[in-house]
Structures are given as C-alpha cells and as structure tokens.
C-alpha cells in the first residue's frame, strides 16, 4: 500500500489521534473488527459512501483521502447561453459504460464531451445540485425494456447510500459498474438488486458494504430506430 491508499489514510489517522480500531468500527456501526479488516485485509476494498462520510467528518478531513471518487464538474456552456438566451448547463460525457449485465470495468473513465440542458429543467428533474450529475452509457441488456444497450443516462451522484430507496442506480463492485434497480428493505437497510429482464437472476439480501452507490438514475435518452 503506498501513502495515499485510503487504508494507509485512515490507519495513519487512528494512530496519530490515539484511536483504536474496534473504536472506530462501532463509530460507524459495525462490528468490532471491521475497520482492522478493512486495513489489514483490504475487505471491504472500498469503504462505503456512509461510512466514508461519517469518518472524514470525525477526522475533519477530505473524503477523497477515504477513497470518494472525484466530483463531476460542469461548466456554462457560453455558446448555449448566447444562441438560446437561457442558463444551460453542460454536463460531463464520460467514455465508461454501466453494464446491465455483467459489470463493465473502468480502467478508462475520461471524458468525452460535454451536452448542454437547461439548468432549471436539470434541477427539477433531479431534485439536486447539477454539478453532481454525469452522462454514461449503458451496456447489456438485463434491464430491457426500461433500459437498452447504448442508452446514454444521466446520472445523480446526489442521490448516494444516504439517500438509497427505491429506483434505478448505477453500482460499483470491485472494479466493475453495473445498473440496476434497487429495492430497499427498510427495517434493516438491505436491499435486493433487480433486472427488468426477467431472463436475469436477482441478486438478494444485499449489503451496503459490499459496493458503492455511483448514483441515482433520473433520466435516459436513447436513438430510436
């Protein structure tokens, strides 16, 4: 592990702060060993949105240092603007694609361009900051008919793991996104992972820990034939 691996991070933190590990397992709610798992095993490989939170908050620090993915940038579009006249947004295309299907890998997430919306309509439609949004494509069809493969989504990372119900969301696991619908159990905050595509199996009695919420689904776009 290097310096700026986020298991270094933390066990660096806890030493220097005089903080055990069993204490800071049952300060985000799990068991004892987790965090020393986490450091010393690399399981979970990645903490999850809630826990990374809850302990760059105690630590008074950057969640990025915890491993959070950096944020989505958008920018005016200043053609947009003097072409149509209104505020226009544009946001971030991202060369990844989210399987509905096996998990696609991410080794290259640049970004490919940029497509502008009004920023009112983006923000009534996600209910967020648009900043926090971000297009990708969907590979696979384990969530036909609501999805297709080459569907371009537009992704709300507002709409994290402390936010979770029940919708359409883009999944990390491992190194993998997959998207997915997500139902929620409420009285023990696990859920089930679902394909609308009968001909997939569902994944059931999910925990939080075992992956990371990229975002919330809330609008898609595909070419009509």
Not at 129 to 140: E, F, K, M, N
Not at 151 to 168: M, N, T
């Amino acid at each position: 592990m290097d310096d700026g691996d986020p298991r270094m991070v933390l066990q660096r933190l806890a030493r220097e702060r005089g903080d055990d590990f069993s204490a800071l397992s049952r300060l985000i709610g799990r068991n004892a060993a987790y965090i020393q798992q986490f450091i010393r095993r690399g399981t979970p490989k990645r903490l999850s949105e809630e826990d990374r939170h809850t302990l760059a908050e105690y630590f008074g620090i950057d969640e990025s240092l915890l491993g959070a993915p950096a944020p989505r940038v958008t920018r005016k579009n200043p053609h947009q603007l003097q072409s149509i006249g209104k505020d226009m947004i544009a946001i971030s295309q991202y060369s990844v694609q989210a399987s509905a299907g096996p998990g696609a890998l991410t080794a290259d997430e640049g970004e490919l361009s940029h497509i502008a919306f009004p920023e009112r309509w983006l923000r009534r439609l996600s209910g967020g900051d648009p900043a926090r949004l971000s297009i990708i494509t969907v590979s696979g069809d384990s969530m036909e008919p609501t999805l297709s493969d080459g569907d371009e989504i537009l992704v709300s990372a507002d709409d994290g793991a402390d936010q979770l119900r029940d919708g359409i969301y883009v999944l990390r696991v491992d190194n993998a996104l997959i998207v997915k619908r997500v139902a929620m159990n409420p009285a023990n905050r696990r859920f089930t992972i679902k394909s609308d595509n009968e001909g997939y199996p569902d994944w059931l009695d999910c925990d939080l820990a075992s992956l990371e919420i990229v975002g919330r689904v809330v609008w898609a776009g595909r070419r009509l034939a």
